[in-house]
C-alpha cells in the first residue's frame, strides 16, 4: 500500500475546509505527484514532519489572510484594527513556538521528573505517639511530657492496649536531697532544723495520674482525670509524709473550644500563675518559688480541694481563667496535710472558699516567633485567718493575694527545627496584706536557657534570684521579744537539668540565701550555700 500526498494536500489538512487552499487549474487528479511514500517507519516520520512544516506554512499564511480580510472589512477605527491585527499576529507566533518546542518535550520531559523528584520534599515519618495525644491531662498550665519521653514509651504494645481502650497514664517519681554545704553551718537535730538543707535533707515523692477518653462518646474533648499522690522526707516541715488523691476530675470544652470546663479535687498549682521556672515539671523538679499562693489557699498534689475551673479563650492567644475552690487550711500547707492526709474531706478547719482570676496572654515559640507567656492574677479568700497586727483578736476573715509574671523568649538558636530552644528572661511579683500574711511580697528574676548546646537538646540551665519579704507585723511582733530578726530573706540560685534519657531528668544546683529561717535567726545560721540534687523518673 502506498500513501499519495501532494504539497497542497498535506497543507490542506491543518486549515478549515471552506479555506483550503485550491490546486492551480493545471493540476488535475492525475497529474503525478511531486513524492512518493512507502509505508514504512521513517516514511511515516517523514510524513508527519511535513505534514506539521505545512501546517505552520499554511497557519501562519491563513492568519495573514484573515488579519486582511478583517481589515477590510472592519468599520471600526484604525486603533481597534491594530489591536485586533496584534493580537491574530500574537496567536500565530504562539502556535509557531508550540510547534517547535514539540521536538524537544520527550528529551526534557526525564529531566524534569528527575528535577522534580530532586526538589520535592522528603517524605515526613508518621509520629507513633501522636495517638497518645488525646490522653494527657487537659487544662494544666505546665508542661508535661509526653509519652515520648518515658522510660517504658510503648514497650510490649502496653500503652497501645490501653489507649485502645481510651486510657492514658502518667507516673513520676522525684528524689531529692539538698545540704548546706558552708562550713560551721550550725548543723542541729532533724527535730529542730529550721531550713531546708540546714542538715542533709532528703524527700521524696511519687504520683501517678490516669485519664479515660470521653470524646468517644461525643463530648467535646471529655476527659476523666484520676491521680494518687505519695510523699515522705526526713524533715516532716518541708515534706509532710502522706498519701492520698492528688486529682479527682472532669473536663470538657464548649463552642469550639471557646470554653473549658475542669471540676472536681483539683490541684491548682499546676493550673494558675506558672511558678516553674521553663513551665516544665518533667525537668525542672527543683527551684525558688513564692509561697503567697499556697498562704493564701491554693491547692496542690499533695493538698487537692473541691473546685470548678473555668478558662475563656478569647482567641488562640488571650484568655481569662477563673477558679471557684475549697481553700486550703488558712494555717498552711502541712496543716492541711495533717488535717485532711487523704485529701478526700470537703473542708478543713477555719477554711472558706477562695476565687482566683488570672488574666493572660500566651503564645507558642514558632520559627521566628518567640515564645511568650504574660499573665496577672488576683485571689480572695473568705477563711478565717490569724490577725498579725492584733493577735489577740478574733480570726479575721477575707485575706487575698496579687501576682503578676512574664516569660519571654529572648533569643532563638535553632529556629528552623526547633524552635522553643533559646535564651529566655522572666520576673515576677507577688503581695499579700502583711496584716494576715507571714509572707507579705515576693519578687523573682530568672534567665534560663533550653537545649542552649546542639549535643544536649533538651537539657535546661536557669538563672534565679529571689527576694522574699516578711510581714511587717509578724517581724515587730518576734522583735518585741527580743529574737534576732530579718526583715527578707535573698537567693540566688544555678540549676542545670540534664535530659539523660527518655523519662529521665538529673538536677543539679546550688543555691546561696542570705537568712534562710523564717524571720528569726542565730549568727550561726545567718547564710547557707545549699547544694541540691535531684532524679525525677517518669513512665
Known sequence: ??????????????????????????????????????????????????????????????????TTSNLKSDGSGEADRNKTQRKIQKKATASQKTTASFGKMTDSSAKTDLFVKRMAPPERKSDPFAKFENLREKGLSVNLPGPADT????????????????????????????????????????????????????????????????????????????????????????TPERFGISILAYYQTFFDRKLELKVGYLRNNWEFAGTLVGGNAGSNVFGPSSNILTQGGMTNNAAPTPAINLKFNADDHLYSKFTLQRSISPDGYNTQVIQNPLGTNWSTPNAGALLVDEIGYQSSAAPGIPKTWLRAGAGLNNSNFSNLEYPKQARADENSFYYVAADRQLLQTNVQSSASRGIYGGFSVMYAPADLNKVSQYYEARLYTVGLFDSRPSDQISIVATDTVWSNYAVDAALAKGSLVHWDSKAISGTYTAHLAPGVYLSLGLSYIDNPTSITYTPQIGHALNFSTSLSTIF
Open 151 to 238: 522510660i517504658d514509651q510503648d514497650a510490649g504494645g502496653v500503652r497501645s492496649a490501653l489507649a485502645d481502650l481510651g486510657i492514658g497514664y502518667y507516673f513520676q517519681h522525684i528524689s531529692s536531697f539538698a545540704e548546706n554545704v558552708l562550713p560551721n553551718a550550725a548543723k542541729s537535730t532533724i527535730a529542730n532544723q529550721l531550713y531546708n538543707g540546714q542538715n542533709p535533707t532528703y524527700s521524696e515523692s511519687n504520683y501517678i495520674t490516669m485519664t479515660y477518653d470521653l470524646s468517644r462518646f461525643g463530648i467535646p474533648d471529655g476527659q476523666l482525670v484520676v491521680g494518687a499522690d505519695q510523699q515522705w522526707g526526713n524533715w516532716n516541715p518541708g
Open 1 to 66: 500500500m502506498q500513501v499519495e500526498m501532494n504539497g497542497t494536500e498535506i497543507a490542506n489538512a491543518c486549515i478549515p475546509r471552506d479555506r483550503q487552499i485550491k490546486p492551480p487549474h493545471w493540476m488535475g487528479r492525475s497529474a503525478k505527484p511531486p513524492f512518493r511514500l512507502s509505508k514504512t517507519t521513517r516514511q511515516r516520520e517523514l510524513v508527519i514532519a511535513l505534514s506539521m512544516a505545512a501546517c505552520l506554512v499554511s497557519g501562519s499564511a491563513l492568519a495573514q489572510t484573515i
